[in-house]
């Protein structure tokens, strides 16, 4: 049987983060990195860690961007294949199984991807709403984190496949919440952008928000989500929107 080492960084993750713990009981290891929490995180996580002594471990380390928070989490884990989760994801009890399923055989790829369920502001994503899938079950040997500053994600040498083991998905609670994130990821990802040496023109600025917002609201069916999906996708536009204003702006605080 393929041993699996679940592995989770976290931080102030009080509202999530026992549903996440609860949804990997069944690994043979689970190691937490915390960023010094400063609400009820390490609590529940302790709490957890009671309940399964002999394979829960736990540890924190200030936050050192994401990319190499989750590098350090990964390189953590005792065992060869590992599942990544963030604090607000939760796998789903048809992905418990269906990984329960794949632990018995030899493995037929190096990584598999995985789809996730969004939580969007009041209740789940329609079942018709494209789900992106994300790698987060891989042999540790042949994966590692990109470097990006943001929307960071496993780097596969080797083969990849794709496992229907959806998990959810709690990251967007409220519109506040949402908002928050938009300004923090569209700093980081102009900068990304900024330092590879890619920039903005006028054209992009102006018309690229209405086209990314037609292509998540038709493309990748938000219209399913209701008054939520509307809401859904334009504020995805206005991330299109801000990273790119935010890329001009650094360009011309240089010129």
């Known amino acids: 049987m393929i041993k699996v080492s679940a592995v989770i960084t976290c931080f102030n993750a009080e509202k999530t ?9 069944w690994a043979e290891e689970v190691v937490i990195l915390d ?9 529940l996580i302790d709490e957890f860690k009671q309940t399964f002594p002999d394979k829960v471990r ?15 989490v990964i390189d953590m884990a005792a065992h060869d294949w590992v599942l990544l989760l963030d604090d607000d994801e939760c796998l789903t009890p ?40 994300f790698v987060r079950l891989f042999n540790k ?35 506040q919440i949402k908002l928050d994130k938009i300004n923090k990821y569209s700093e980081l990802a102009a900068q990304q952008k900024f330092e590879k040496g890619k920039r903005c023109t006028a ?9 990314y917002f037609i292509r998540q609201y038709f493309i990748k069916r938000q219209m399913f989500n209701g008054i939520a999906g ?14 790119y204003a935010k890329l001009y702006e650094l360009q011309k605080n240089k010129d």
């Open 35 to 43: 960023s010094h929490s400063t609400d009820q995180t390490m609590a």
């Open 230 to 243: 509307v809401i859904n996708a334009s504020l995805n536009s206005y991330y299109a929107y801000l990273k």
């Open 203 to 211: 054209f992009r600025l102006l018309f690229y928000p209405p086209v």
């Open 94 to 133: 048809k992905a418990i199984n269906k990984i329960k399923k794949w632990q018995q055989n030899d493995p037929k790829a190096q990584a598999y991807a995985m789809p996730r369920i969004e939580w969007v502001f009041w209740h789940w994503a329609h079942p018709w709403v494209k789900r992106n899938e």
């Open 58 to 72: 736990v540890e924190q380390l200030s936050f050192q961007g994401y990319a190499k928070q989750k590098q350090t």
């Open 141 to 175: 040997n042949h994966a590692k984190m990109s470097q990006d500053l943001v929307h960071e994600s496993i780097q596969v040498e080797g083969k990849q496949k794709r496992l229907y083991a959806p998990f959810k998905h709690y990251g967007e609670r409220s519109i």
């Open 17 to 25: 983060i026992k549903t996440c713990l609860q949804s990997l009981a």
